[in-house]
């Protein structure tokens, strides 16, 4: 089911070797553009005339009426509610430790500059709700924005044929977190809503949150216009493991992630070809028992996911460090000095004991993550996500004049002696 890619003896790794997607954003772009250019000149009518054609709903209002949410969490089975506040809990520990404090800093005797962190003034927050309506989305992206102390949050997922609401849990989560601004909308409709405007909604400063390709290419279409977190498209996963790892332990977690969409990623990269024998067996055993198992197969079968057989462990973490994974786990002997070592990764799981799903709920991390390899140059969504430093500048007359020559030098280096003489100016020069 997985093909096999073998990087043995080899002295460098050709990117087009790798697993990857099919993953086009631009021709996405180009499909979704039009449908961007209709929100952004005619507001709500043409969101409401794509979710009826693709969502099956007729939407009156693009907002969830309040009694909705209510009704959502007081409904909510209590187990569920408790694991839910568990997971609440744990990523309100961890990222309430990514809070700043300004920065102030004496350049010279009466020259100062403070960094200050401010908040984004307001957001939109994109669940998805497909395949998978992900209510643990609500949470990484709510917590991180309110710990940022963000004053506006709206959130956004797709509604439900059957309801024509976004899905339950989703709305009860929302609630549990006292997020009242929620609207049944989904896919590139939702990010043109809050780069734009549209009804009751207004347009925002930044949007964040997972989603497909047409997401993706959406949050890439309005970038500029406003903010977005990073280009977090469809799940992946990559394994790195010696044949000190369980078999079962590794096929389960690659399993895991395919059955989140027939497009995700599943790789194994390994030096050890019994290792590779003994995940292939159990793949191929375990999908035959999953609820998802035709999802699963697609994904595990197609271009995005492999085994990368490797000469040893050293080799493994520079294919690792290429292919620069959403989620990568380490499970070989002496994991964590290896994940110390991985310069590119969304997040990495180390050890038997730190499955990529413990991340996806209850680890205390986040998992809205870069993906396509975005995790060579963006990171996952946190607290720092929301926050813009400002610098402010504070010199006094002794502290400008100590280094006003230098000023004017650089200027006239430059060319642009006006600025030497905005100094020069404050001493009758």
């Known amino acids: 089911m997985l093909k096999r890619i073998d990087l043995r003896g080899s002295t460098d790794i050709p990117a087009g070797l790798l697993p990857r997607a099919r993953f086009d954003v631009a021709a ?14 005619h507001g709500a009518d043409p969101i409401r005339r794509v979710t009826a054609e693709r969502d099956g709903v007729e939407l009156d209002s693009l907002r969830v009426p309040a009694e909705a949410l209510r009704d959502a969490l007081d409904s909510l089975d209590p187990a569920l509610r408790g694991s839910l506040e568990e997971a609440v809990s744990r990523v309100r520990a961890v990222h309430s430790a990514q809070r700043r404090e300004n920065l102030v800093t004496e350049v010279a005797p009466g020259g100062v500059v403070t960094e200050r962190f401010v908040p984004v003034r307001r957001v939109g927050l994109y669940v998805p709700g497909g395949l998978a309506p992900l209510a643990s989305s609500v949470v990484m992206n709510v917590v991180p924005a309110q710990l940022a102390g963000v004053p506006q949050i709206a959130v956004a997922s797709p509604p439900q044929r059957a309801t024509g609401l976004p899905d339950v849990t989703i709305l009860a989560v929302c609630a549990m977190l006292d997020v009242t601004e929620v609207y049944a909308v989904g896919g590139p409709a939702a990010i043109g809503m809050f780069a734009y405007g549209a009804d009751e ?10 989603g497909n390709i047409y997401v ?13 977190d990073a280009e977090a498209g469809t799940t992946e996963i990559a394994v790195l493991a010696d044949d ?6 590794v096929a389960a977690d690659l399993i895991s992630q395919a059955e989140h969409d027939p497009e995700a ?21 375990m999908v035959d028992e999953a609820r998802h198992a035709q999802r699963i197969r ?31 786990e380490i499970q070989t002997e002496g994991a964590r000095e290896l994940a110390m070592r991985v310069t590119n990764a969304g997040a990495i799981f180390v050890g038997p004991y730190s499955p990529v799903s413990l991340g996806d709920y209850c680890a205390g991390s986040n998992h809205i993550l870069p993906t396509g390899g975005c995790a060579r140059h963006s990171s996952g969504l946190s607290v720092t996500s929301f926050l813009r430093p ?15 020559d230098d000023v004017v030098r650089l200027a006239e280096a430059e060319n642009l002696p006006s600025h030497g003489k905005a100094v020069t100016a404050r001493f009758g020069r």
């Not at 909604?201 to 997972?210: E, K, N, S």
């Not at 000190?244 to 332990?249: K, L």
């Not at 400002?390 to 006003?404: G, W």
């Open 28 to 41: 996405a772009l180009a499909e979704i553009q039009p449908l961007l250019d209709a929100i952004a000149h």
């Open 201 to 210: 909604c207004a347009p925002v400063d930044m949007i964040t949150g997972p």
């Open 216 to 228: 993706t290419a959406a949050k890439r279409a309005v970038r500029g216009l406003v903010g977005i």
């Open 244 to 249: 000190t790892a369980d078999a079962a332990h």
């Open 265 to 285: 990623a599943s790789v194994l990269v390994t030096p050890s070809a019994a290792l590779a024998d003994a995940v292939d067996a159990e793949v191929k055993a």
């Open 298 to 328: 697609i994904a595990l079968s197609g271009p995005q996911s492999g085994i990368v057989l490797v000469d040893d462990l050293e080799q493994g973490l520079s294919v690792v460090d290429a292919y620069a994974a959403e989620h990568l």
């Open 390 to 404: 400002i610098q402010v500048i504070e010199y006094d007359r002794e502290a400008l004049a100590a280094v006003s």
